[in-house]
């Protein structure tokens, strides 16, 4: 059973940064795609960036060239940094994890963006 256990989220002011992990356990981690998600009331989760390995990784417009995600494969754990935040970056984020048609999720970490 894969496990996934986001950190990091929290307040932080517009313009500002903050780092999610996501550490991952019960699984071979290297194997799966990663990802990251956000939700906020009364929309449907959406896709933030994923990435396969450290050459394939896929962002969503809104967050390009301010967020970036990484892998680090012997520790098992996703990273997500977040640069020049606005307050409609404000969501709880969700860690994704794939593989063969299977997929699983962290609990979630809120982010909010507000000075």
């Known amino acids: 059973q894969v496990q996934l256990v986001e950190s990091g989220g929290g307040l932080v002011q517009p313009g500002g940064s903050l780092r999610l992990s996501c550490a991952a356990s019960?699984?071979?981690?290297?194997?799966?795609?990663m990802g990251w998600y956000r939700q906020t009331p009364g929309k449907e989760r959406e896709l933030v960036a994923d990435i396969i390995n450290s050459d394939s990784a896929n962002y969503a417009d809104a967050v390009k060239g301010r967020f970036t995600i990484s892998r680090d494969n012997g520790k098992d754990t996703v990273f997500l940094q977040m640069n020049s935040l606005k307050p409609e970056d404000t969501a709880v984020y969700y860690c994704?994890?794939?593989?063969?048609?299977?997929?699983?999720w962290g609990q979630g970490t809120q982010v909010t963006v507000a000075s």
């Open positions: 019960g699984t071979v981690f290297s194997l799966y795609s």
């Open positions: 994704h994890a794939y593989l063969a048609g299977r997929d699983y």
